[in-house]
């Protein structure tokens, strides 16, 4: 079936750095846009990154703009969010998230995985 | 940036009831709006997207409408299972924004 499923997270000091991974089955991935939305600790959503189909556009929000990267690759069917230069406000949990409809990077999210908890702590 | 603002924070509505949860844009968004249920420890769930239309495998006591600036989600007959907490979100303009969510509970 349509699957997500995000790995990477854990506690990690101030400054540092730590990639997230979302692994994706059950669909062609590399038809569509993928985006991870975060969810600090009993708050409410919060997109975060956007990347087109093929790699080639890519968002972010003023929060993590120049700080976090997002990439995929399609011969892995596996996004990826690089964070540098963590802070304590990004602490959350992190949910990969697919595209309604292929081809386009903006649109409803009708997948999503079940998130993995970064926490930034010294 | 849109700023989605939810009402009301918190509905206390009695199972087999009818909820009206609200959803307002800052500026106009059309139809890019979706809403999604969340339950505690889970991944939010699609629910509609452009303003009205289920997804795949939503009962049909779920309904959206409006469109601009004004958008509401109704339950029609509430199930113990509809008890969750629910966004709304623009996808008209960047950034992606949501609303800040409206928790439903029992009554």
């Known amino acids: 079936q349509v699957q997500l499923v995000e790995s990477g997270g854990g506690v990690v000091q101030p400054g540092r750095s730590l990639r997230l991974s979302c692994a994706a089955s059950g669909f062609t991935f590399s038809s569509y846009g993928m985006h991870w939305v975060r969810q600090a600790p009993g708050k409410g959503l919060e997109w975060v990154a956007v990347i087109s189909y093929d790699g080639s556009n890519k968002y972010y929000a003023d929060s993590v703009k120049g700080r976090f990267t997002i990439s995929r690759d399609n011969s892995k069917n596996t996004l990826y969010l690089q964070m540098n230069s963590l802070r304590a406000e990004d602490t959350a949990v992190y949910y990969c998230?697919?595209?309604?409809?292929?081809?386009?990077?903006?649109?409803?999210?009708?997948?999503w995985g079940q998130g993995t908890m970064v926490t930034v702590s010294s | 940036e849109i700023v989605m603002t939810q009402s009301p924070a918190t509905l206390s509505v009695s199972p087999g009831e009818r909820a009206t949860l609200s959803c307002r844009a800052s500026q106009s968004v059309s139809s890019n709006l979706a809403w999604y249920q969340q339950k505690p420890g889970q991944a939010p769930r699609l629910l509609i997207y452009?303003?009205?239309t289920r997804a795949t495998g939503i009962p049909a006591r779920f309904s959206g409408s409006g469109s601009g600036t004004e958008f509401t989600l109704t339950i029609s007959s509430l199930q113990s299972e509809d008890f969750a907490v629910y966004y709304c979100?623009?996808?008209?303009?960047?950034?992606?924004?949501f609303g800040q969510g409206t928790r439903l509970e029992i009554k």
């Open positions: 452009g303003a009205s």
């Open positions: 979100q623009q996808y008209n303009n960047w950034p992606i924004t």
């Open positions: 998230a697919k595209t309604a409809v292929q081809g386009v990077s903006v649109d409803a999210f009708d997948i």
